[in-house]
Structures are given as structure tokens and as C-alpha cells.
């Protein structure tokens, strides 16, 4: 059965050779190797003659089915473009590309350069790269990472070392880029693409100098110069004009060794003790030779830029220490002291003197070797008891007469402050008594006072009472006659009016009567005229009226 849905099939050719049936792509990509090419040109080969043969099968009719098939067409040179011609690379790792072809090596190199056959020292990093497999090769490698920090752990530096290049000229130890060697420059904490068949990079510690300390370089590659110290750039030794502050530094450890040195300020105590075994004191022969033993304290300071000389010299702090505190303070100890007898480091002055010297000829010694003294404290001077005995006693003698001296004269003095004292109580008790008698005298006063006050006083009251009452009998008066004057005037003033109104109605009481009438009509009396008929006034009015409202009998004016 057909299905309709299908065209119609091509017609079919009895003369024609029938088409060979097509060999089915392999499932698998096929491994990459020398005859990879050979496969990928048979593979493409055999998609083409398909397509051959699909078109051979078309009628020019039916454009449909020619597009689908230019279409599959299309997508199988993309899948075999992606799976033979594309490559991609994961993040964290690069490409190496291998030449098949090309021009030979130079001598000593190891990395191709373009043109070259082998493997190229130009890597490729992450994503997609188109490659030819008939002219390359490629092997993917993982990047070369330098950890930064880690808890505990201080970051890291990568040493290089090119096992290809141009050879070192003489003389010199590190390479640069380009050079056969390990590299001067070190790679800090980070990810690079290095190709792996040309470089080895080693992992070292980034150097850390410590707070309370600096570095001292020592220069491990080069000649041999006449000191220990490196004039050169080209030579070994100790590095005298460069000292590392305290922090983090990325340094070459193949080409420089870093010293740790401490700085600061460092003391160093004599003490006396009783016991032998305990006794750590300066001892010395003063110029009597009596024996005299110093507990004192050398205060001292290293400066950074003088431990490349100290490190060449000394190599540690504790043999500075020795070689330069404790020996200088022996010797001058001893040489300024024979200056002085025993009972001269009793005197004050003469202490002090010895102090001063001391300090200066200690500080001078170790500035020789740039150790800085700040100050030199003695504490205490041990001098022997043989000699200060008969010193003592007679010091205690003398002490104890001025004792008994000032004894005396305490007790006379204190039976004077006895006297002192009872002399005080009596006139104490003369102004207590003086005192008492004039606050009774002034209580007396003070009340003798205040009767006489209050007396007065309630005489002026009285006086007072009687003119104010003198006034208030005046001001009735007064009022009184007030009183009478504006009724009279009011009384007189109102036979006035009415003389005048009498006068003005010319005695005519019916006149009088319409003015007493109109003032007892209310102000909002209203008049108005209505016409009522024909008339001449009437007429005349014309359109005008004339109100008159009176008020209602009994309602509110």
C-alpha cells in the first residue's frame, strides 16, 4: 500500500545501472590518530554521494523535497564541521596545538613558531577554536595556577624555567624572556596559559618578613666577589644597599636568600645577687683596689640599614650581643673605674661623674659598630662591706648625736607648746566670757528697740486713722454738695425747656399737644398714602404713594 501522503515515486530507468545501497554513518566519532584525515575525507565523501543520489531521485517538480534535502545537506557538513573540525576548550585549561607540518627547529629550541613543525609554543585558551585536522594536532592541558593565601599557609610565586630559548651569555645566571634558564621574573598567584613542553614552573613561598623584623638579601648566583658583600649585579654576597621592610615580598628564592633580622630596642641587665651562682654584675678593681660591683642596665638599638654589615659580621643578634655590648661594657667598666676609689662612688657628685663617663665611653665603643646605646641606668654600686664598716659606724655616730641633738630640742619644744597651749585655753576662755557679756547687751538693745518701734509705730497709726477719717468726712461733704448743685442744674435746665416751649406754641395748647404726641410715637412708625379716587391730588400723585405704618396696639417699640 502507498501512502498518499508521499509523492508520487521517480520513474524508473530500465537502462540504468542500479545505485549502489548507501553504507550507514558510523554511531561513534572515530578516534583521532595519523589516518583521522583519511576518515574524515571518507566520511564526507560518502555524505556527498547521498546527496547524489537524492537529487538524482528528484523531479524538477518538486522543489519541496529539493530544499529539504539541500537542508540535510546543510546539517550534515555542520555536524561534521562541529565534530572534526571544531574544538572546544573547559574552563581552567588550555590547548596545545601540534604542526605536522612546517620547517625544522632551530638549535635549542624546543617550541614551534608559526611556520615550524612540532609543537607550537602559542597555546589556546578556553572556548571554541576551528582547527584543521589534517595540518594539526592538539592535546588539552589544565592551566598553571599560583595559589594566593590559604588560612595559615602564605600565598605562593612561580619560579619559571624555559627548557627552550637562546642560551645564556656568560656571566649572566637568570634569563628573561625569550632565554633559555629560569626566569628572573616569578609569576604572582594567578592562572596562566605556559605551554607545559617548554616551561617548568616550580611553586615556592612568597617571603614573608615578620613585624619586629627586616630581610637581609643574600645573592645566591653569580661570581665571586673579594667580600661578603655583592658589588654587583653579577655577583654573590650579601646585599648591602637593600633591606626588606616587614610585609610580603615575591622573590625569586632561586636567586635570593632572605635573612630574617630583628630590630628594636633590646637591654641588657647586670645583676647583683648574694649568692654567686645568681650574681651577674660588673665587677672591677677601683684605684684603692678595693672591689666594686655595678647592677646596671645597657639599653641598645639595631637600625634596620646596618644588619647587612651586622649579618656579614656578627650573623645573629646574640652574637652582637656579646661581641659588642658585653665586651665594651667589661672593658669600660674596668677602665673608667680604676679612675676612682671606693669612697668616691659614696659622694654624689663624684656617682654621677662616673655615670656620665661610662655612658659616653659605652655609646662611642658600640657606635664603632653602628649599635646605638640609649642610655646605660646603674642601679645600685656594691662596694665591700670591709671598707664601708668603719664608714658606717662612724657615720652612725655622727647620725646618732645629731639624733640626740634634735631629741633635745624636740623636748624643749614640746614643753613649750604646753604652755603654748594652756596660755591659749585661758584667753580661749576670757573671749568666751567678753563674748557672752556683749551678745546679753546686744539682746537688751535689740529688745529695748523693738518696744520703742512698735510704740511708735502704733502712734503714727492712730495720727493716720484720724485724717483719713477728717477726709472721708470732707469727701461726704463734698459729694453732698455735688449732688444738690447737678440736681439744681438739671431742675433748672428743665424749667428752661419748658419756658421755651411755651414760648415757641405761643401758648397754644393744641400745638403742644401734636408735639407731645409726635415724641411718644415709635421711630418706626411708617406712613404711607393709598389713592383711593379720582381727585386733583390724587391725580397729581400720579404713580407715587405714601405709606403710614403705625404700630399695633400693645406691641413691642
Known amino acids: 500500500m502507498t501512502d498518499p501522503t508521499l509523492p508520487d515515486p521517480a520513474p524508473v530507468d530500465p537502462?540504468?545501472?542500479?545505485?549502489?545501497?548507501?553504507?550507514?554513518?558510523?554511531?561513534?566519532?572515530?578516534?583521532?590518530?595519523?589516518?583521522?584525515?583519511?576518515?574524515?575525507?571518507?566520511?564526507?565523501?560518502?555524505?556527498?554521494?547521498?546527496?547524489?543520489?537524492g537529487l538524482a531521485r528528484l523531479r524538477p517538480s518538486q522543489p519541496t523535497l529539493l530544499l529539504l534535502l539541500l537542508a540535510v545537506v546543510a546539517v550534515s557538513a555542520v555536524l561534521t564541521v562541529r565534530k572534526y573540525f571544531l574544538v572546544h576548550v573547559p574552563s581552567g585549561q588550555m590547548l596545545v596545538v601540534v604542526s605536522k607540518f612546517g620547517g625544522p627547529l632551530a638549535d635549542g629550541q624546543i617550541l614551534a613558531g608559526p611556520g615550524q613543525k612540532g609543537v607550537r609554543e602559542q597555546v589556546l585558551g578556553e572556548g571554541w577554536h576551528l582547527v584543521w585536522p589534517v595540518?594539526?594536532?592538539?592535546?588539552?592541558?589544565?592551566?598553571?595556577?599560583?595559589?594566593?593565601?590559604?588560612?595559615?599557609?602564605?600565598?605562593?610565586?612561580?619560579?619559571?624555567?624555559?627548557?627552550g630559548g637562546t642560551p645564556l651569555p656568560a656571566g649572566q645566571f637568570l634569563a628573561d624572556r625569550g632565554q633559555q634558564g629560569i626566569w628572573r621574573e616569578v609569576l604572582l598567584p594567578g592562572a596562566y596559559r605556559l605551554n607545559p613542553y617548554g616551561y617548568e614552573v616550580k611553586l615556592a613561598d612568597m617571603v614573608e618578613v615578620k613585624a619586629g623584623h627586616v630581610g637581609v638579601l643574600r645573592r645566591k648566583l653569580g661570581a665571586d666577589g673579594p667580600t661578603e658583600f655583592a658589588a654587583k649585579d653579577t655577583e654573590?654576597?650579601?646585599?648591602?644597599?637593600?633591606?626588606?621592610?616587614?610585609?610580603?615580598?615575591?622573590?625569586?628564592?632561586?636567586?635570593?636568600?632572605?635573612?630574617?633580622?630583628?630590630?628594636?630596642?633590646?637591654q641588657t641587665t647586670y645583676h647583683y645577687d648574694?649568692?654567686?651562682?645568681?650574681?651577674?654584675?660588673?665587677?672591677?678593681?677601683?684605684?684603692?683596689?678595693?672591689?666594686?660591683?655595678?647592677?646596671?642596665?645597657?639599653?641598645?638599638?639595631?637600625?634596620?640599614?646596618?644588619?647587612?654589615?651586622?649579618?656579614?659580621?656578627?650573623?645573629?643578634?646574640?652574637?652582637i650581643e656579646s661581641a659588642v655590648i658585653m665586651l665594651n661594657v667589661k672593658n669600660i667598666s674596668r677602665n673608667k673605674g680604676q679612675d676612682y676609689g671606693a669612697e668616691d662612688f659614696l659622694d654624689g657628685v663624684k656617682r654621677e661623674r662616673f655615670q656620665a663617663e661610662f655612658t659616653k665611653g659605652l655609646r662611642e665603643a658600640c657606635g664603632a659598630d653602628q649599635v646605638v646605646v640609649s642610655h646605660a641606668f646603674i642601679r645600685n654600686i656594691i662596694i665591700p662591706d670591709a671598707f664601708l664598716k668603719p664608714k658606717r659606724d662612724e657615720q652612725l655616730a655622727r647620725e646618732k648625736a645629731v639624733t640626740q641633738k634634735e631629741q633635745k630640742l624636740t623636748a624643749e619644744t614640746q614643753n613649750a607648746v604646753v604652755a603654748a597651749q594652756q596660755t591659749i585655753g585661758l584667753e580661749v576662755a576670757k573671749v568666751e566670757a567678753r563674748t557672752a557679756q556683749l551678745v546679753a547687751a546686744v539682746g537688751r538693745e535689740a529688745d529695748n528697740v523693738k518696744l520703742l518701734t512698735d510704740a511708735e509705730v502704733e502712734k503714727l497709726q492712730n495720727e493716720y486713722a484720724a485724717k483719713v477719717a477728717i477726709l472721708d468726712a470732707q469727701r461726704t461733704e463734698l459729694l453732698g454738695r455735688a449732688a444738690a448743685d447737678a440736681a439744681r442744674a438739671v431742675n433748672t435746665a428743665k424749667s428752661g425747656l419748658h419756658k421755651m416751649q411755651m414760648d415757641v406754641f405761643a401758648g397754644d395748647p393744641h400745638a403742644f399737644l401734636r408735639y407731645t404726641l409726635s415724641q411718644s410715637l415709635s421711630k418706626d412708625l411708617r406712613l404711607r398714602l393709598f389713592q383711593s379716587g379720582p381727585g386733583t391730588f390724587w391725580t397729581n400723585l400720579g404713580d407715587k404713594s405714601v405709606n403710614l405704618f403705625a404700630p399695633l396696639p400693645g406691641a413691642a417699640r
Do not use: H, M
Not at 595540518?135 to 610565586?157: C, D, H, M, Q
Not at 650579601?238 to 616587614?246: A, E, F, G, N
Open 15 to 53: 537502462t540504468a545501472t542500479p545505485a549502489p545501497t548507501p553504507t550507514p554513518a558510523p554511531a561513534d566519532p572515530p578516534p583521532a590518530g595519523p589516518g583521522r584525515a583519511r576518515r574524515v575525507g571518507a566520511a564526507a565523501g560518502r555524505g556527498l554521494s547521498a546527496a547524489g543520489r
Open 135 to 163: 595540518l594539526y594536532e592538539t592535546e588539552l592541558k589544565p592551566n598553571i595556577v599560583v595559589p594566593g593565601r590559604r588560612g595559615a599557609e602564605p600565598p605562593k610565586v612561580g619560579i619559571v624555567k624555559a627548557l
Open 236 to 266: 654573590k654576597g650579601i646585599v648591602r644597599d637593600r633591606v626588606l621592610q616587614p610585609g610580603l615580598y615575591p622573590v625569586n628564592t632561586e636567586e635570593y636568600e632572605v635573612i630574617p633580622c630583628p630590630v628594636g630596642i633590646y
Open 274 to 319: 648574694r649568692d654567686p651562682a645568681k650574681n651577674t654584675a660588673l665587677v672591677f678593681d677601683a684605684s684603692d683596689s678595693n672591689r666594686i660591683q655595678l647592677d646596671c642596665t645597657i639599653e641598645w638599638e639595631l637600625k634596620p640599614e646596618f644588619w647587612p654589615g651586622w649579618v656579614a659580621k656578627f650573623r645573629e643578634l646574640a652574637r
